[in-house]
């Protein structure tokens, strides 16, 4: 069965950097998109970054230039590098895999059908 571990959340100043890391077992990794998403109490689950099976990546506006998503098929691990963090970065991390699927882009299919972690938890603080 599909298994998502999330780690690497903890608490950080503004300013400071963390990297999320994601194990991925149960599937073939590399015919998976994955994506991170974010939620925070009361608010609606985020997309924050996706990256596709080819590659190709995509990312909210609010984390672009800071954040970097990554993938390493041989370790079977997806990654979140985020640098620059504030605390509206502040947030419940979950990592998602989902089959490709031609019709839909990545965060539709991620949203639609995905499997997700257990989530980690990333403060920041001012």
């Known amino acids: 069965r599909v298994q998502l571990v999330e780690s690497g959340g903890g608490s950080v100043q503004a300013g400071g950097s963390l990297r999320l890391s994601c194990a991925a077992s149960g599937y073939v990794f590399s015919s998976y998109c994955m994506g991170w998403f974010r939620q925070t109490p009361g608010k609606e689950r985020e997309g924050v970054a996706v990256?596709?099976?080819?590659?190709?990546?995509t990312y909210a506006d609010s984390v672009k230039g800071r954040f970097t998503i990554s993938k390493d098929n041989a370790e079977n691990t997806l990654y979140l590098q985020m640098n620059s963090l504030n605390p509206e970065d502040t947030a419940m991390y979950y990592c998602?895999?989902?089959?490709?699927?031609?019709?839909?882009?990545?965060?539709?299919?991620?949203?639609?059908?995905?499997?997700w972690g257990q989530g980690t938890q990333v403060t920041v603080s001012s």
């Open positions: 998602a895999a989902a089959p490709y699927e031609p019709r839909l882009t990545c965060i539709q299919a991620l949203r639609g059908f995905g499997y």
């Open positions: 990256i596709d099976t080819d590659g190709s990546t």
